[in-house]
Nanobody, 128 residues
Framework: QVQLVESGGGLVQAGGSLRLSCAASGRTSTSRAMGWFRQAPGKEREFVAAISWNGAITYYADSAKGRFTISRDNANITVYLQMNSLKPEDTAVYYC?????????????????????WGPGTQVTVSS
C-alpha cells in the first residue's frame, strides 16, 4: 500500500512559479518510480513528468520540458514538481502517482495504467 498527498497548489500569475510537493508513505513507497499528471476541466488526465525509484532518471512531457523539474529528496519520501514560467494552459488539478511496480529498471512509467497509487490532487490556477 502506498499513500500520497499533494500540496503546494494555488493561484499564480502567468510567468510565475510554483512548487508542488507529494508526501509518500507506506512500506514500499520509497522504492517506486513517481509521476505527476494533470487534468483540466473537460480534458483527459495527461502525463507531466516522472522520476525513477532511485531518482537517477527523469522524463518530461513536451509541454513541461524546459519549464518543470521533477525531483525527490534523499530519503525518497517527498517528490517535488518545480514549475516555472507558468502559462494559463497549465491550469489543472495536478496529481501525484506511484508506480505499480517496485524498483523498475530500464524504463520510466508514463502511462496512466502504469501507476496504481494516486493522491487526491491539488489545484493549480494560472491567471493571464
Amino acid at each position: 500500500q502506498v499513500q500520497l498527498v499533494e500540496s503546494g497548489g494555488g493561484l499564480v500569475q502567468a510567468g510565475g512559479s510554483l512548487r508542488l510537493s507529494c508526501a509518500a508513505s507506506g512500506r514500499t513507497s520509497t522504492s517506486r518510480a513517481m509521476g505527476w499528471f494533470r487534468q483540466a476541466p473537460g480534458k483527459e488526465r495527461e502525463f507531466v513528468a516522472a522520476i525513477s525509484w532511485n531518482g537517477a532518471i527523469t522524463y518530461y512531457a513536451d509541454s513541461a520540458k524546459g519549464r518543470f523539474t521533477i525531483s525527490r529528496d534523499n530519503a525518497n519520501i517527498t517528490v517535488y514538481l518545480q514549475m516555472n514560467s507558468l502559462k494559463p494552459e497549465d491550469t489543472a488539478v495536478y496529481y501525484c502517482a506511484a508506480d505499480g511496480r517496485t524498483v523498475r529498471w530500464g524504463t520510466l512509467p508514463t502511462h496512466l495504467a502504469d501507476f496504481d497509487f494516486w493522491g487526491p490532487g491539488t489545484q493549480v490556477t494560472v491567471s493571464s
